[in-house]
């Protein structure tokens, strides 16, 4: 249980350090990492025996990257990355305090924040 924890506190992508916009200057630079850290923080879920957490991760992980695929869609992926790292950091809060539910929930404020007015502030330029 311990070390699930210090998997889920360990901060993902961000703790890594660097600079969001050359380490991932696209969505396909940050697919793998992405799809990696899900699948250590399941794994780690389910070698605790942690397994709806387990599966919490895995379908929302899943759920989330099909939602970051539609948004760099939609929306340029600069804005899209900042809306991925403000999210992310919301999913660690809620992991710290055992709320695994919450991956794959789009976060429609922060789309506002980040995609929309972006958006709006391209089209005015």
């Not at 703790?15 to 600079?19: H, I, P, V």
């Not at 200057?25 to 990696?36: E, G, R």
């Given at each position: 249980d311990l070390d699930?924890?210090?998997?889920?506190?360990?901060g993902g992508l961000d703790?890594?350090?660097?600079?969001p916009e050359t380490d991932y200057?696209?969505?396909?630079?940050?697919?793998?990492?992405?799809?990696?850290y899900f699948r250590v923080l399941q794994k780690a879920a389910a070698v605790c025996e942690r397994y709806i957490e387990a599966?919490?991760?895995g379908f929302g992980?899943?759920?989330?990257?099909?939602?970051?695929?539609?948004?760099?869609?939609?929306?340029?992926?600069?804005a899209v990355r900042s809306y991925h790292?403000?999210?992310?950091r919301a999913r660690i809060y809620d992991m710290v305090h055992r709320n695994y539910a919450t991956w794959g929930t789009i976060n429609?404020?922060?789309v506002d924040k980040h995609c929309i007015q972006a958006?709006?502030?391209?089209?005015?330029?």
């Open positions: 699930f924890k210090l998997v889920a506190d360990a703790a890594l350090g660097g600079n200057p696209t969505f396909d630079a940050i697919f793998v990492p992405l799809s990696l599966y919490q991760i992980g899943l759920k989330y990257l099909e939602q970051l695929q539609g948004l760099q869609e939609e929306y340029s992926w600069d790292f403000d999210y992310h429609q404020s922060l958006n709006k502030r391209i089209k005015i330029d």
